[in-house]
C-alpha cells in the first residue's frame, strides 16, 4: 500500500470533493504552510448528530458504515488500518446512543482488544455510495501522488 503525506492525501480529497461538487468555499483548501485546525468533515457541514446506532458495515480494515435511527447512514473513515474490525463479532463504539460529534479523531471504535480512532465521519446514502466515495478518493489520492512524482522527476531534470 502506497502512503501519502498529510497534505498530499488533504489536496487530492478537497479537490475530488470540489469535482463532486460538495466543497462549500475555496478556503477548504489547505496550504503547506497552514495548520488545518478542523476535519475536512467538518469544514463541510458542521457537528454530525447520530441517534440510535443499531448496526454496522465493516467495508474494509479502514473503513465502515454506521446504521442508525430509520434511515441515516454514516461513513467512519479510520486514522489508520484496524485489523481486528474484519473478525470482531462486535464493535464498541466511544459514543453513546444519542451523540453529537464535532471532531471524530477523539471518537474511537473498540475492536477486540484494539481501538482504532476516527479520522473522519460523514453522512452517505447507503453502503454503496460509501464504497464509491471511498474509490473515488483512493483515485484522487493516486492522481496526486502520482502528480507529484511527475513534479518532481522534472525538477530533477
Given at each position: 500500500?502506497?502512503?501519502?503525506?498529510?497534505?498530499?492525501?488533504?489536496?487530492?480529497?478537497?479537490?475530488?470533493?470540489?469535482?463532486?461538487?460538495?466543497?462549500?468555499?475555496?478556503?477548504?483548501?489547505?496550504?503547506?504552510?497552514?495548520?488545518?485546525?478542523?476535519?475536512?468533515?467538518?469544514?463541510?457541514?458542521?457537528?454530525?448528530?447520530?441517534?440510535?446506532?443499531?448496526?454496522y458495515s465493516v467495508l474494509d480494515r479502514q473503513h465502515l458504515v454506521l446504521r442508525a435511527g430509520s434511515r441515516q447512514r454514516y461513513l467512519v473513515t479510520l486514522q489508520r488500518e484496524c485489523h481486528d474490525m474484519r473478525f470482531s463479532h462486535q464493535l464498541g463504539l466511544s459514543f453513546d446512543r444519542l451523540a453529537t460529534i464535532r471532531n471524530p479523531r477523539f471518537e474511537y471504535v473498540q475492536a477486540g482488544v484494539q481501538r482504532c480512532y476516527f479520522d473522519t465521519i460523514e453522512e452517505v446514502e447507503s453502503n454503496d455510495a460509501a464504497r464509491a466515495l471511498i474509490a473515488a478518493r483512493a483515485e484522487a489520492a493516486a492522481e496526486a501522488e502520482a502528480e507529484a512524482a511527475d513534479g518532481a522527476n522534472s525538477a530533477r531534470r
Open positions: 500500500m502506497t502512503r501519502l503525506n498529510r497534505t498530499q492525501l488533504t489536496t487530492g480529497l478537497v479537490a475530488m470533493i470540489a469535482a463532486l461538487g460538495l466543497a462549500t468555499s475555496a478556503s477548504a483548501t489547505p496550504r503547506q504552510d497552514e495548520t488545518v485546525a478542523t476535519t475536512e468533515t467538518e469544514t463541510r457541514q458542521g457537528p454530525i448528530r447520530i441517534r440510535n446506532v443499531h448496526g
